[in-house]
C-alpha cells in the first residue's frame, strides 16, 4: 500500500497586511500543488487590513503615493491599477494631489488586499481561522497553538505577524487616565466621538497618528484649537512637490550590520543634498534594496535623524 506523507502545516499568527501578504506569496511560490496547508489566525471579519487599512475614518489616507503600494514587488504598479480598475478615484475627488498623484483612502487599501486574497479564500489554498491565539507551545518539532476558546490548533511552522500592543499614557499623565476628556488610544472607532467642535485639544505626539487625528477632527467640523507637542517639535515630513527617481546604491557591496547600512544612507544623504535632492529618493531606494534582500530597512530611521522618528502613540487631551 502506497503511504502519503502528511501535508506540513504552516500557521499565520495575525492576518493584517503582513500576514497576508505571507500566505499570498506562499501560494504563489507553491503554485497550485497544494504542497502546504496554510492556515491564518485573524479575529477581524477579513483578511489583509489589519489596524492600519481597516480604519472607517474618511479622513485616514496612505501616507504615500498609490504608485508606490503594492502587494508584489514585481509589480510596483499593481494598487495604482486596482485602482483604475475598480473605478475608486471617480468617487474620491480628494483623493488627489494638486500634481495628480492618488493617496485614496486606506480602507481601498484594505479592500485590494482582501481582493487578492479572495480566489485563494474560496479554493482553500489559504484557510482563515476567525480566532486570537493565546498561547504557542513547541514540543517534539512541532508546535501547538492554543486559541482564545481552548481550542489546539498543531502546526510545523508559525509566523508571527502580529500588531503592535495599543497606545497607552505617557508616565506623565496616568493620574489623568479616569477623565473622560482624555484619549489614550486614538485608533479606537469612538475615540474622537467626545470632542466638541470647539473644544480646545492636546495632542501629545507630533508624528503620523497626530496627523490622522487631526485630518479627523477637522473631517468632523472641529474649528477648536489644536496644540501638538512633542520632543523635538518636528511634525511629520511631506512628501515633495516634484517626484524623485530612487537615489543611492545600497546593493553592489553587502551591507550585513545595521550600523554599516545607516553609514551608508548617512553618506548618501550627503551626496544627494549636494546634487540639489532631498532625502525622499534615497529612503526610497532604501526601501527598494529592503524588498531585494529581504531584510528591512526601518532600523535606521529611527536613528539617522530625529525627524524619522515615529512616535508610539497619539494621546488627545481635550479640554
Known amino acids: 500500500m502506497r503511504k502519503f506523507a502528511p501535508v506540513p502545516v504552516v500557521a499565520i499568527i495575525g492576518g493584517g497586511f503582513s500576514g497576508a501578504a505571507v500566505a499570498l506569496h506562499l501560494t504563489r511560490i507553491l503554485g497550485a500543488e497544494r504542497r502546504v496547508r496554510i492556515v491564518v489566525f485573524e479575529p477581524r471579519a477579513r483578511l489583509g487590513a489589519g489596524l492600519a487599512y481597516d480604519t472607517a475614518e474618511p479622513a485616514h489616507r496612505i501616507n504615500v503615493p498609490a504608485f508606490k503600494m503594492t502587494l508584489y514587488p514585481d509589480e510596483p504598479e499593481d494598487f495604482a491599477e486596482y485602482l483604475i480598475r475598480a473605478d475608486i478615484l471617480a468617487a474620491d475627488p480628494g483623493a488627489c494631489s494638486a500634481g495628480g498623484t492618488a493617496y485614496p483612502r486606506r480602507s481601498v487599501f484594505g479592500d485590494y488586499v482582501a481582493a487578492e486574497l479572495a480566489p485563494r479564500?474560496?479554493?482553500?489554498?489559504?484557510?482563515?481561522?476567525?480566532?486570537r491565539v493565546r498561547k504557542v507551545t513547541r514540543s517534539k518539532g512541532r508546535w501547538t497553538l492554543r486559541s482564545e476558546d481552548g481550542e489546539a490548533f498543531v502546526a510545523d511552522i508559525v509566523v508571527l505577524a502580529v500588531t503592535h500592543p495599543a497606545p497607552s499614557l505617557p508616565k506623565a499623565l496616568l493620574p489623568l487616565s479616569s477623565s473622560p476628556r482624555v484619549v489614550a488610544d486614538s485608533t479606537r472607532a469612538d475615540a474622537l466621538d467626545g470632542i466638541a467642535q470647539t473644544d480646545r485639544v492636546?495632542?501629545?505626539?507630533?508624528?503620523l497618528t497626530a496627523a490622522d487625528v487631526v485630518a479627523a477632527l477637522a473631517e468632523?467640523?472641529?474649528?477648536?484649537?489644536?496644540?501638538?507637542?512633542s520632543r523635538h517639535g518636528l511634525r511629520s515630513r511631506g512628501h515633495p512637490v516634484d517626484a524623485q527617481e530612487p537615489f543611492g546604491d545600497f546593493v553592489s557591496v553587502p551591507i550585513t550590520r545595521a550600523s554599516e547600512l545607516l553609514r551608508?544612507?548617512?553618506?548618501?544623504?550627503?551626496?544627494?543634498?549636494?546634487?540639489?535632492?532631498?532625502?525622499?529618493?534615497?529612503i526610497m531606494r532604501c526601501g527598494h534594496r529592503a524588498s531585494r534582500s529581504g531584510r528591512p530597512c526601518r532600523s535606521s530611521s529611527g536613528v539617522g535623524s530625529p525627524g524619522w522618528r515615529a512616535p508610539i502613540g497619539t494621546c488627545i487631551v481635550s479640554a
Do not use: F
Request: aromatic residues 2%; proline residues 4%; glycine residues 14%.
Open 121 to 131: 479564500l474560496a479554493s482553500g489554498a489559504i484557510e482563515h481561522r476567525h480566532k
Open 202 to 207: 492636546l495632542i501629545v505626539g507630533n508624528g
Open 220 to 229: 468632523r467640523g472641529h474649528r477648536g484649537p489644536i496644540v501638538s507637542i
Open 264 to 282: 551608508r544612507i548617512r553618506q548618501t544623504l550627503r551626496i544627494a543634498r549636494q546634487q540639489g535632492l532631498s532625502w525622499h529618493p534615497v
